[in-house]
């Protein structure tokens, strides 16, 4: 034991007199404590300033999700707002459009539509048990749409004008030039009037609307406007180049006429000549 205490004795009476001195020095020495209180502050300071953008981003990134969260939040908002508008605005136009005319007319809505081909169809929400029976015809507040050719308990589908087996009879407004109305296949934009006598007084612009001698529309629906007009040479009938007036793309409500083609007629129709 007394040899451990030789060893370390003055180890110890070493450390004794640094501890006494560091009291004293910081004991009596006030400014000196200050400045090594300031060199700290200072070297602390920048250390903490080269980090603080990792803060600063961190916060910054937050604070983006939550302005984009909220960005989206609005837009949503703001379409279905638009929606609404432009919902209202189209029953309004049907609610005028059932105003104007003595027929009547069941409401319905496109729900399906295949229009990428040439023979195109058109399913609505409405069906047999709404009144809709095959062969009426289907109109918008834009114009005519098609014809109603299957029919099920809740659904019905149409061949709209976009439809190369459709054909509609058509006269030209003012001067009332007959003619029958089809689609080519081929510009969706496009349809084609025919057997109009070349001597007809017909011009660029003019409409299209059915003629009384439609059973499945009424008189005075409109079809399109007449966008060019063809004189073949040699040939006694125009072709006429007429816009729909109905844009099936942007179609979503439309109404079923009611009125089905007579059936005396028709079977006079069918009757063969002898």
């Keep these: 034991m007394y040899q451990l205490w030789e060893r370390l004795r003055d180890?110890?009476?070493l450390a004794l007199l640094l501890s006494v001195s560091v009291l004293v020095l910081f004991g009596q020495n006030e400014g000196l404590v200050k400045g090594l209180r300031a060199v700290a502050l200072d070297v602390t300071?920048?250390?903490?300033?080269?980090?603080?953008?990792?803060?600063n981003f961190l916060r910054a990134v937050e604070e983006n999700e939550t302005l984009r969260r909220e960005n989206i939040t609005l837009s949503s908002e703001v379409a279905r707002s638009?929606?609404?508008?432009i919902e209202n605005r189209r029953l309004r136009e049907q609610m005028a459009l059932q105003d104007t005319t003595d027929l009547h007319l069941t409401p319905a809505r496109i729900v399906q539509r295949d229009i990428t081909e040439q023979q195109?169809?058109?399913?609505?929400d409405k069906g047999i048990r709404d009144g809709v029976q095959e062969g009426m015809g289907v109109v918008s507040v834009q114009g005519i749409i098609g014809r109603v050719v299957l029919v099920s308990a809740r659904y019905a589908r149409v061949m709209p004008l976009l439809n190369t087996d459709l054909r509609v009879p058509g006269r030209v407004q003012p001067?009332?030039?007959?003619?029958?109305?089809?689609?080519?296949?081929?510009?969706?934009?496009r349809l084609l009037m025919e057997y109009v006598v070349r001597t007809e007084a017909v011009e660029v612009g003019d409409r299209i609307v059915t003629g009384h001698e439609s059973e499945v529309f009424p008189p005075g629906y409109l079809i399109?406007?007449?966008?060019?007009?063809?004189?073949?040479?040699?040939?006694n009938q125009l072709l006429i180049h007429l816009r729909p007036a109905a844009e099936l793309q942007q179609t979503h409500h439309v109404f079923v006429v009611n009125r089905l083609?007579?059936?005396e007629l028709q079977a006079l129709r069918e009757e063969p000549l002898r």
């Design 224 to 235: 399109g406007h007449i966008e060019e007009i063809d004189q073949q040479p040699g040939q």
């Design 45 to 55: 300071a920048e250390v903490e300033a080269q980090f603080a953008w990792v803060g």
């Design 11 to 13: 180890w110890f009476i």
């Design 82 to 85: 638009r929606d609404a508008l």
């Design 261 to 263: 083609p007579d059936a």
């Design 175 to 189: 001067s009332n030039a007959a003619g029958l109305v089809r689609w080519p296949g081929v510009n969706p934009e």
């Design 120 to 124: 195109n169809l058109l399913t609505l």
